[in-house]
Each structure stands twice: as C-alpha cells, then as structure tokens.
C-alpha cells in the first residue's frame, strides 16, 4: 500500500478528516485538484462562533460580527431579527481552508496539489486510486486502504462506490458587490418566492463598503445569475451596486442514504451533509469529519475496514448529526408548502416580543430545528395563537400533525 488513506478534496471535510487520521499515526495522503488549497471560493462564508472554535483557527480570519439579520417578506415588509448578541462570524473562506490544510500537514499527512482523482477501484484488500496528476495525460496509480470522498458536491468517490448525488440541491450564485450596507452586523435575509423559488436571496457585510452576496433556488432549470440580477434590480438599495466577484455554486439539501461502503466513506457535501433550511455546511462538515475518522482509525487499527466500519460510520454520523438534518429537511418541505400570503403571515410572528425573545436567547445558526422546540412554551404558544389569523389556525395545526407524524415515525434512512 501506498498510504493507509487517502482523502479526495482539501475544503473543511477533507482537511480535517485527514488532520485527524495523520495525528494517529496513520499515513494519509490529501488530494486536492486546485493549484491551491481554498480557491475558487464557492461560500459566503457565515459560520457561528462554536464553528470557528471548531476549527481550531485564530481570530485573524475573521471579518465581520453579524448580531442579527433584517428579513425581507414575500409582501415587501422587513422584519428584524435577533440584535442582542453575536449570532455569527464572517469569515475570510479561503484562509480558513487554507489553515486547516496546513494543521493536516502539521498532524503528518501530505497534500499533492493539482492532483484530481479520476476514477477508484474497490476491492477486498483495497483502493486503487487512478490521479491525474496537473498537465500530464497518464494517470498515477495510488493504492491505499481506505478512501474518504470529501471532494464536495460533484464527488469522484461518491460515483466510485456507485452511491449517486443528493436527491435534492439548490443551484446558488455568491461573491461580493460593492455597497456601503444599511447595518454593518446584520445580515439580510430575502424571503421572497418570485425572486427565489424554493430558497432564498442574501447579502452579508463585511463592515466596509463591500458586502457579500448570493442567492439560490431549488428549481434546477434556473439560472442564479440571473436570479441575482432579478434580486438586485428590484431592491433599490442593491440596484447601483456593482458586483465585484461571483462564483456559481451547488448545495445538497439532502444527506445520500449510502455515505459509507467497504473502504470508502463520503463526508461534507459529498454526502450531503448539509443544513437543508439554510444550505449552511462548515459546521456539519467539520463535525461529520471528525466522527468520519474516529470510525477510521478504529478501523485502521482493528484491520477492519469492510461493512462493520460503514455501518458504525452510518450510525455515529446519523446519531450526532444526521437527526438535525433530517428534522430540518422535513421543516423546509414543510414550509415549501406554504403559499407567500402564509409565509408571510408566519413570518410576522417574528415580530411578537414573545418570540423575539426566544429567538434571542435561542436561536442559534448551528441547530435551527432546536428553535422551535423553545417556541412550543405555553406562554410564546398563547400569543401565537392570538396573533395568527384564524384562516391559518387549521394550516398550522395539519402542519404540526403532519410534522409530529413524520418525527415520531420514521425512522430516518435519510433521502
Ligand atoms: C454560494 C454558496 C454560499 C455558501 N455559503 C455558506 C456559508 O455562508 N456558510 C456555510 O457554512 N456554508 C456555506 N455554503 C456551503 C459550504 O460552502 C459547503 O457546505 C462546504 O464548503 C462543504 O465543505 P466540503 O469540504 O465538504 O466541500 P468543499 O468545500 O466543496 O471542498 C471540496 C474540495 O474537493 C476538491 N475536489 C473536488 N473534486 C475533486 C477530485 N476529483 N479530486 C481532487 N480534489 C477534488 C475541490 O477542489 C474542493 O477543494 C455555501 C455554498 C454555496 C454554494
């Protein structure tokens, strides 16, 4: 064997995964296609302060602080949200991707560089890896003992171990426009359904005169340029902007069913580890990356890298992370149905000082789901109660029922 385990995909997944399996004395090899690691940037960047700790990384990637967002309404109406508290960091991506490449490298493992992985062959006693090395035609061969896919949404291992893409994704646009924003730490959320079909727009400032931006749809046929275009047109504090830098990006919303196999396992967006209500990943990769090579050493140093190991993967990833992300992509099934006269209507609620006040003290980007379980107190109940239209009592009430359904029943194979 060439090297115990190879990682395809040096983003936050593959870093971190291969940290952690060189740092127990196994030889790890990190491939990364780029000629660097963190470029292109296909992220926004917005990560909460217990992801930041994650990582491990200083302060210094660190640009913004953001306490709160203001919400725009599919009616037009803006909401405010939050305010009291640092809710999250806006980060400089690429020198976070790049920091966790190096803390893989410091642990032991090597990165090759321009190094694409073209296509795998699994068998009993391993992988072999077949790299296209930068320019050169011929492809190295690259035997190892296991393989991780974290080589994002389009993954050469997933299709490798014949495991398919997420059943569900948002094609999305992000960078940067110049703009001096209204509020420089809240960030805006568009809710708005004719601009953002099944997701939703963005701006984050950076607290200079430059603000990221992007925007995104679950409708495949569109295209999120244009989207952005629509976006920036029809809110008058966007429209003279200029756009500075745009990248087009995917994000799965639903977990793949099948995120470990003998000698391979998918971690980050290459199994769709994702938040589905927000398309926010650093987190869940980090966290699935870590759970991803505890079950890999255990396997390493048992010698038993065959169906145990994928199915423990399986289980720890579903029991630590995976309920969250499956109660999420219920909640924004759930919340698609809703027509824009009802989604605004709910989202009025956010303006009663009850719910305020759960959200301030609750809320929390890493776990959105979580939230509303705080919202289900009798005293926040009351008044959502009386502030709802009558003519959306029975929708939230077949809602929670379909909800309390599918949460006590199903048993979550995911996808
Ligand atoms: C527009 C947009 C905005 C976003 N904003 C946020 C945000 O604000 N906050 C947040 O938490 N998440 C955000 N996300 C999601 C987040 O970027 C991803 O979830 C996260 O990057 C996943 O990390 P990863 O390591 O799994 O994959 P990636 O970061 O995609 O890394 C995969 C790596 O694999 C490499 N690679 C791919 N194929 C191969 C191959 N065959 N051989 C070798 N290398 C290969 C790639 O070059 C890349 O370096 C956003 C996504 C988009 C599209």
């Known amino acids: 064997m060439d090297f115990d385990v190879a990682v395809v995909g040096a983003g936050p997944a593959g870093s971190v995964s291969a940290k952690e399996i060189a740092a127990a004395g196994y030889k790890v090899l990190l491939l990364e296609e780029h000629d660097v690691v963190g470029q292109p940037v296909h992220c926004s960047g917005l990560i909460s302060p217990r992801t930041l700790e ?123 426009i110049s703009m001096q924003s209204q509020h420089d730490d809240m960030v805006e959320v568009y809710v708005q359904p004719d601009l953002a079909p099944g997701w939703f727009g963005w701006t984050i ?18 295209n999120p340029r244009r989207l952005l ?9 966007l429209r003279d902007s200029s756009v500075l830098r745009l990248q087009g990006g995917v994000i799965p919303v639903a977990p793949l069913r099948q995120i470990a196999e003998p000698r391979a396992m998918l971690v980050g967006d290459a199994a769709g580890q994702v938040k589905p209500t927000s398309g926010g990943g650093i987190h869940t990769s980090i966290l699935s990356a870590k759970i991803c090579a505890d079950v890999a050493i255990e396997a390493l140093e048992r010698g038993a890298l065959g169906e145990e190991a994928a199915a423990r993967y399986r289980t720890e990833w579903m029991r630590t992370v995976g309920l969250e992300l499956y109660r999420g992509r219920l909640l924004r099934h759930m919340l698609a149905q809703l027509t824009p006269v009802e989604t605004e209507q709910l989202l009025q609620l956010f303006t009663l000082k009850e719910v305020c006040e759960v959200m301030a003290a609750q809320g929390d980007i890493d776990f959105p789901v979580h939230l509303f379980s705080h919202l289900f107190r009798p005293a926040v109940v ?18 929670l029922v379909q909800w309390y359904r599918k949460v006590s029943n199903h048993q979550p194979g995911l996808q």
């Not at 400032?205 to 569109?222: A, H």
């Not at 009351?382 to 809602?399: D, N, S």
């Open 54 to 176: 994650a990582t491990g990384l200083d302060n210094d990637i660190v640009l913004n602080s953001i306490k709160g967002a203001v919400v725009y309404t599919p009616m037009g109406n803006t909401i405010t949200v939050g305010g009291n508290r640092t809710h999250a960091l806006v980060i400089d991506r690429a020198l976070m991707d790049e920091g966790l490449a190096r803390k893989a490298q410091e642990a032991g493992a090597v990165l090759a560089l321009r190094s694409r992985l073209a296509s795998m062959q699994r068998s009993d006693d391993g992988v072999r890896l077949h790299v296209q090395r930068g320019s050169e035609k011929a492809e190295q061969k690259i035997d190892v003992r296991l393989v991780i896919g974290a080589d994002g949404s389009h993954s050469a291992v997933a299709k490798g171990m014949g495991t398919g893409q997420s059943e569900e994704s948002i094609v999305a646009v992000g960078g940067e």
């Open 205 to 222: 400032p950076l607290g200079t005169d430059v603000s990221r931006i992007g925007i995104g749809s679950d409708e495949q046929g569109r």
């Open 229 to 237: 275009e629509g976006l920036m047109e029809s809110h008058e504090h």
């Open 382 to 399: 009351f008044r959502v109660l009386r502030a709802l239209p009558l003519r959306l009592w029975p929708r939230l009430a077949w809602l």
